[in-house]
């Protein structure tokens, strides 16, 4: 069993930051990447990016990866997800998830958190 606990959303202005945590326990071993996700209201969830937990390689959403970073602390267990430069299209609840490949694709995630709400506005 892993569980997932999201923080670090909040309101925020266009053109703003912020720094989404992820904290990861349980019994990570059997699993190699760590996902970040986001729904936002009347759409479907999509894949904003991924970081393999033991290499480190990344995958990002192309609307993202210039203005988005994830990074992983593994003796804190934790996983960041930085974004900068905010848009109000990227207003949504972002999750994170753990899962056996480094795809956008939830299917291939498999423990999920309970999400953080993310909103960009004046």
């Known amino acids: 069993q892993v569980q997932l606990v999201e923080s670090g959303g909040g309101l925020v202005q266009p053109g703003g930051s912020l720094r989404l945590s992820c904290v990861v326990s349980?019994?990570?071993?059997?699993?190699?990447?760590v996902g970040w996700f986001r729904q936002a209201p009347g759409k479907e969830r999509e894949g904003v990016s991924s970081?393999?937990?033991?290499?480190?390689?990344?995958v990002y959403l192309e609307s993202v990866k210039d203005r988005f970073t994830t990074s992983r602390d593994n003796a804190k267990n934790t996983v960041y997800l930085q974004m900068d430069s905010l848009k109000h299209e990227d207003t949504a609840v972002y999750y994170c998830?753990?899962?056996?490949?480094?795809?956008?694709?939830?299917?291939?995630?498999?423990?999920w958190g309970q999400g953080t709400q993310v909103t960009v506005s004046f």
């Open positions: 998830a753990i899962g056996r490949v480094l795809y956008l694709d939830a299917h291939g995630y498999d423990y």
């Open positions: 349980g019994s990570t071993s059997d699993f190699y990447a």
């Open positions: 970081i393999s937990l033991r290499y480190g390689g990344t």
